[in-house]
């Protein structure tokens, strides 16, 4: 049988990113339905779980002097506050992913992409973009987890952040009701990546 230059690859490491209320989280549930060999990097935070959110899976939910020891051991790879809460992506989610040979999936705000970038600048960077900007306004309005100044202060750095759309590799637009499309262009935006010929392997700096 012949081979797959795609399972052959390194392993790559995949950092999804867009403004609060784009879709991020709803494109991850359906990426992990494709049965694709990635791991699914898990973010930790301060914040309060959500109803129906699962320690481990949604996010690995700690109380804020267990976050702030393990920072001061660099034990993640970035982190920061965000809207009153700390979030960090645990360096040993990324590195255990990549040893394990499996392409690492990375969900971070658009801060912690630019750390990220740093570290590891030949990953692959995928921004989602709504299909305007009215739509993002109504899918945070649909949360309805966030207080009317909470919500003014989501929209603007949410307008901040789309204008830094044109430092990542791809943009990914997840319109209203075609969510479908935008998890199809992001399995396409990966599996292009691995074709590409002399790619170095991952590591973080």
Known sequence: MPSNPEN????????????????????LNELRKLDRPWHFVVTATTRTIRSGETDGTD???????TFLKMRDKNEFVECAEVYGNWYGVP???????????KDVILKIDVQGAATVR????NALFIFMIPG?????????????????????LRLKTASDELEQ?????????????????????????????????????MRLL
């Open 8 to 27: 052959n690859s390194p392993p790559l490491l995949v950092v999804l990113s867009g403004p609060s209320g784009v879709g991020k989280d709803a494109a």
């Open 59 to 65: 996010y690995i939910f700690l109380d804020k002097p």
């Open 91 to 101: 360096r040993s989610q990324v590195t255990g992913g990549l040893k394990a040979g």
């Open 118 to 121: 740093k570290m590891a600048p």
């Open 132 to 152: 305007s900007f009215q739509d993002l306004q109504n899918r945070l309005s649909h949360r309805m987890t966030e207080s009317t100044t909470q919500m003014e």
């Open 165 to 201: 759309a044109n430092l990542f590799d791809c943009l990914i637009v997840n319109a209203d009701d075609k969510l479908g499309q935008a998890v199809a262009d992001i399995d396409a935006a990966i599996t292009a990546e691995k074709q590409k010929s002399g790619r170095a392997p």
